[in-house]
């Protein structure tokens, strides 16, 4: 397994970037849910770089037996934990019910991939206490405050 970098080299401009690079760097679980056993979605992109980086990927699809040669769970509630970032590449019709998963586990951080919007979700996992991301890619993030220290 790889050692997770833990310096940023980016010059934050906004309070998201401060958000942002704190995920990142503190934790190492991440649920990603809808993750697609298709090596050409971006989910299944995305997971197979944050596994090369170290972090601990549980790939969350109930139509799948195993994703990049991991068990695959059908939903956040059966999920073995912990799960301290949930990654969502759900559409839009399944993000409330996965937040209120993520709550009900006890989750640190919802990111909600770039293309879905939801405002009532990412309110509900605020008030939670979640830390929340919207619109951003998580791998590009990661690279951007992580992958050049």
């Given amino acids: ?42 989910s299944n992109y995305a997971a197979a770089y944050f596994m090369q980086q170290g972090y601990i990927v549980k790939p969350i699809n109930p139509h799948v037996p195993e994703v990049l040669g991991l068990s695959a769970y059908p939903d956040l509630l ?41 405002g009532a979700s990412v309110a509900r996992a605020c008030n939670a206490g979640l830390r929340v991301v919207t619109h951003r890619c998580m791998m590009v993030e990661h690279d951007l405050h992580l992958g050049q220290a």
């Fill in 78 to 118: 059966a999920t073995p934990g912990p799960v301290e970032t949930v990654q969502i590449f759900r559409q839009n019709d399944f993000v409330s019910e996965i937040v209120e998963q993520a709550v009900a586990i006890g989750a640190k951080a919802v990111w909600i991939e770039d293309g879905l919007d939801d």
């Fill in 1 to 42: 397994m790889f050692k997770i970098q833990r310096r940023c080299s980016y010059k934050h401009q906004k309070p998201e970037d401060d958000v942002i690079c704190s995920i990142l760097r503190a934790y190492n679980h991440i649920a990603v849910v809808g993750l697609s056993e298709d090596p050409w979605q971006d």
